[in-house]
């Protein structure tokens, strides 16, 4: 990679470092070339402190490393984007992140949703929600509504009308989720399950 070093006059290129597996921002660091080139030799990350004035290598105190998985470079050749698998929380102060948020998965909108979802099973009086009163229906109801709505899916499907068979796949998405609510479990555990078949 054609890396500018020299396009800031302190020699260093800020480094974004990012888990590779969820996505999460854990931090931003500094990197010199000689920090550069010891990160791709030991596949540790390995930053120059501003304050320490030398190079540092995330863990090297705590054992928190950042195992290097891959480096890309922005369009200007002045901003790295680091993506590492961490060993342990990245901030000094013990949070996963220096932004103090947790290093999960995070599936953008679905993740709203189930978390309005679980919100409603845990108010399952909630009498104007169609949501609540599948779970004060029960399991059986749930699935059911699951089948009828995979069934509707795969019709659309034979078909060529694309806006009915996006409106059955997203009830039949909708439907799913809430039949995960009502077993305990979340989209984080099939991801986990299709990661280890994968």
């Known amino acids: 990679m054609d890396i500018d070093f020299k396009k800031n006059n302190d020699g260093l290129a800020p480094a974004i470092i990012q888990d590779a597996k969820t996505k999460s921002v854990l931090m931003l660091g500094y990197m ?15 930053f120059y402190s501003r304050t320490k004035q030398r190079l540092w290598t995330k863990g090297e105190e705590s054992g928190n490393f950042l195992e290097l998985v891959d480096i890309k470079v922005d369009c200007d050749n002045d901003t790295l984007l680091v993506y590492v698998n961490p060993l342990g929380p990245t901030c000094h102060k013990g949070t996963d992140t220096c932004w ?6 995070k599936f953008g909108f679905l993740s709203q949703l189930e978390s309005i979802i679980k919100s409603r099973k ?3 009086e909630d009498e104007k929600s169609y949501v609540a009163s599948l779970f004060r229906s029960g399991i059986n109801k749930i699935a059911q509504k699951v089948g009828e709505e995979a069934v509707e899916t795969v019709i659309e499907a034979k078909d060529d009308n694309e806006e009915l068979f996006l409106n059955e796949s997203a009830d039949l998405l909708f439907h799913y989720l809430i039949l995960l609510q009502a077993k305990g479990y979340t989209l984080k555990d099939i991801v986990k399950v299709l990661e280890e078949r994968h």
Request: aromatic content about 4%; charged content about 45%.
């Open 32 to 46: 010199n070339e000689e920090a550069y080139r010891k990160t791709l030799d030991t596949k540790n990350v390995t």
């Open 100 to 105: 103090a948020e947790k290093n999960e998965s």
């Open 122 to 124: 845990e108010n399952k």
